[in-house]
């Protein structure tokens, strides 16, 4: 299986360190081995990763640094619309959800020839729609706000690849608050401007490029300038709590 994990701009490097952090942990490592594409030249918001489905799962549990986990369902060659019609209607969505599930379409483009990107999301929309009526007796619903499964598709100027979400939100919702109001930066990359915060209480993406060291006998972090979701986060890591984890644990026994 090929994966695509998308990361903030900028962040590659990182994320290809954590990746291979994760990918040599002994749970992880006994369920298959990953292929992770080196960092590119120019940023371009995440990297590749081939491997079991495992992938997807350890990804969405550890990560600190990627925004979503996207499984690759094709990659094909496209001159018009129903080309991407055809070779999305042709994959097997009844193996990964129903029709009474909601579903959203998400599409990026580069240099694509194509002169509608919204009548291509709806061609995508259609394909996946058809397909499970075809094979299942019916279509499922469109939830643009929380949808059950994600579908997203990228075009460049000769090809099409589409995307199953594996994520559902992005990972830099989830953690210990059940509700998360607007923000003007993702967690994520929230404290790349701010060195005083970074260095003293890294968060996410903080946590794996600064300096700052976790010990599983570190118990605070004093910093008064930081809001509490950086406060929360940063105790994750010296009491080795996955980010995805919705509550606090007792650090392991020494």
């Known amino acids: ?20 952090e994760i ?8 369920l298959g ?14 990297l590749g990763v081939a491997g079991p489905m495992s992938v997807a799962l350890a990804i969405n ?22 080309d991407v019609y055809k070779a999305v ?13 909601t579903m959203r379409v998400d599409l990026t483009a580069h240099r694509s020839p194509l002169t509608s990107l919204n009548f291509v999301t709806l061609r995508i929309k259609d394909a996946v729609c058809d397909r499970l009526r075809e094979v299942k007796g019916a279509r499922p619903s469109i939830d643009t706000e929380l ?13 099409a690849t589409v995307y199953l979400d594996t994520s559902g939100q992005s990972l830099f919702k989830r953690g210990w608050r059940d509700d998360k109001g607007a923000a003007p930066l993702k967690i994520t990359n929230a404290t790349m401007p701010c060195p005083v915060i970074s ?6 993406a903080a946590s794996a490029i600064t300096s700052w060291e976790t010990k599983a006998d570190s118990t605070s972090v004093v910093e008064m300038r930081c809001p509490e979701t950086f406060m929360t986060s940063s105790t994750r890591p010296s009491n080795q709590i996955a980010p995805s984890l ?7 026994a020494k």
């Open 199 to 204: 260095s003293l209480a890294p968060t996410t």
């Open 33 to 46: 081995a990953w292929v992770i594409d080196p960092p590119p030249a120019n940023s371009t918001g995440g």
């Open 61 to 82: 549990l550890h990560s600190r640094i990627a925004s979503r986990c996207l499984l690759q369902m094709t990659h094909v060659a496209y001159r018009k619309e129903d």
């Open 147 to 159: 949808p059950d499964v994600r579908v997203q598709a990228h075009l460049t100027a000769t090809h």
């Open 89 to 101: 209607r042709s994959l097997s969505w009844e193996d990964w959800f129903n029709p009474d599930q």
């Open 23 to 30: 990918s040599e942990r002994s749970e992880v490592k006994a």
């Open 246 to 252: 919705s509550s606090f644990a007792p650090s392991p």
């Open 1 to 20: 299986m090929k994966f695509f994990i998308v990361c903030p701009r900028g962040l590659e490097i990182p994320l290809a360190e954590e990746l291979k």
